[in-house]
């Protein structure tokens, strides 16, 4: 008899029907995330910024227990999240709500981001679906006098209309829970690294930017939540032209898309420079760095080649929570700096030992984007 992993697939809910679930959940994800600067305590911020990513090391468990049945799991513990934290309640329940839609929008993401990332194009446009949901997260979080209720009812019938697209759920191979697993020996260490940075890259617009506007505002500013607008239509925008450019560049695209992503870490130790807490200010820092996200794909791609997406998603987690800790416990400017300097290490510190583990495949691996 055949696993659910050797059946023959009707395929992954269709790319319509994926497109859906990936720019839904990343609707709720990143409204919630922006909200979660002024609704929840210091601690709890960490939790939901850490917890996104790092629960994802449950998808395996959640694929081998429920199958085909893992998505619907997932959306459900994500929207009984939802559901506690629309209760009025102390920072114990708050806690569990925020784990439980931590690991249903994290487990979720990850299956729909590994069937994407087998190819280059894949990864490209799971990227620019994610940030397609998130433009839609910044155009709610453009209204300033949400109340918890109603936004949490919101983003409840966000997650309602992906239930028909986790239905029709059917895993690959690739999401077996052994291969979902299977991680090179000796590779964990520079995928980890890769992670943190990208954690602290990523957490810009929803660590950085609103707790140095707080540094100045008693409370975000309606228009924080066309910087979230900004920088999703600049990655959505951009994501395939820089990607291909970094193709055309044959076996210097590694550098190409390390160039481009290290000027956006630099970028990084620069809120106050930019005075990123006016309008302008925030614009200008947030577009630049909306660019170098886009070399950020590569590095996905890179990932996936090495059985080691789970890894490097994992490891987001550490970014993420860091940049939460750092912006919310230590003081102005220098949270920001400190965050940057990680982040720079982390990637050079990734580059030598990637170069490193991949002598022999090092250039055969920039060469396919010249064919």
């Not at 102390?90 to 439980?100: E, S, Y």
């Not at 200008?284 to 996200?293: G, K, R, V």
């Not at 949270?335 to 580059?351: C, G, P, Q, R, T």
Request: proline share 6%; with cysteine; glycine share 8%.
């Amino acid at each position: 008899m055949l696993s659910y992993f050797s059946r023959p697939r009707r395929g992954f809910p269709g790319l319509s029907s994926s497109l859906l679930l990936r720019m839904l959940s990343a609707i709720v994800l990143f409204a919630l995330l922006g909200q979660a600067n002024v609704w929840l305590d210091a601690t709890n911020n960490i939790v939901l910024a850490t917890g996104y990513r790092l629960l994802l090391i449950l998808t395996p468990l959640t694929l081998l227990l429920f199958g085909p049945f893992a998505l619907r799991v997932t959306l459900f513990a994500a929207l009984a999240g939802i559901i506690l934290l629309a209760v009025p309640a102390g920072p114990g329940l708050q806690a569990v709500a925020v784990l439980l839609f931590g690991y249903g929008v994290a487990v979720l993401g990850y299956i729909v981001k590994k069937e994407a990332a087998a190819t280059p194009a894949g990864a490209a446009n799971n990227k620019i679906m994610l940030n397609v949901g998130s433009l839609c997260a910044g155009v709610v979080l453009l209204y300033p006098h949400w109340q918890p209720l109603p936004f949490y009812l919101l983003m409840g019938l966000f997650l309602l209309l992906c239930l028909p697209a986790a239905w029709r759920f059917t895993p690959s191979p690739a999401l077996a829970p052994a291969t979902a697993l299977a991680v090179p020996q000796g590779k964990n260490g520079l995928w980890v690294l890769a992670g943190l940075m990208n954690g602290i890259k990523l957490f810009a617009v929803f660590s950085i930017l609103p707790q140095a506007i707080l540094a100045h505002h008693s409370t975000l500013p309606a228009w924080y939540g066309g910087m979230i607008i900004l920088n999703s239509a600049v990655v959505a925008l951009l994501q395939l032209p820089i990607m291909k450019l970094i193709a055309r560049s044959g076996n210097r695209a590694l550098w190409v898309s390390l160039l481009i992503i290290l000027a956006g870490l630099v970028l990084l130790a620069m809120p106050g420079l930019f005075q990123v807490h006016t309008f302008a200010g925030a614009l200008l820092w947030l577009t630049l760095l909306s660019i170098a996200e886009c070399g950020l794909s590569y590095l996905d791609y890179c990932a996936a080649r090495d059985n080691a997406l789970l890894i490097k998603e994992v490891s987001v987690s550490a970014g993420a929570g860091l940049t939460v800790w750092v912006m919310r416990y230590l003081p102005a400017p220098y949270n920001a700096e400190i965050l940057s300097v990680i982040a720079i290490f982390a990637l050079f510190s990734w580059l030598w030992l990637y170069q490193r583990r991949h002598k022999e495949r090092f250039n055969a691996l920039n060469n396919l984007y010249e064919k």
